[in-house]
């Protein structure tokens, strides 16, 4: 009895599938490379957190290969920056709801443009450019800002690689 119940659990799942991306990339199956990004802004290393964020897309899709491989994505970070966002004032005066500004609270963003070229001997397969912005929350020193930017700047760097590589994967 418990066996059937399991099994019935089992079969009737909860609609969830667990499948990798299609490499469906304008590279005819071959695997691509994705070496270190242009860094083109002010902002050092922002090159890496944008490549790392293309290499996982690639290794998600099965597509990812090494420094060998005669498809290589050229990407070059264009630009990126950031500032204060908004600024919340509680309506009712409480400033337990909004932190450490008393009665205000701040938020910052920040932002990034990256284009991204397919490459295969000099020919350019496909490319693309994506932009977009991040918000994340104030800290209570310049550390804790510059911590939460970073993080902020990885989660912009991932959604816009990912939008990378869906435009090349479906052509526009």
Known sequence: MRRALLLAVLLSGCGYNFSARSDSLPTEGKRVFAPTFQNDTADPGVEVVFTDAFRAELANAHAAGDKDCVVQAKGVVTASGGGPGLVY???????????????????????????????????????????????YATGRDALEIEAARRVALQRLAKRLMREAYDKLSSGF
């Open 89 to 135: 004032t509680s309506p009712n005066g409480n400033p337990a709801s909004l932190g450490p500004l008393g009665n205000t609270s701040a938020a910052y963003f920040v932002s990034a443009s990256a284009c991204i070229r397919l490459v295969q001997t000099e020919k350019v397969l496909a490319n693309t450019c994506v932009t977009g912005t991040e918000d």
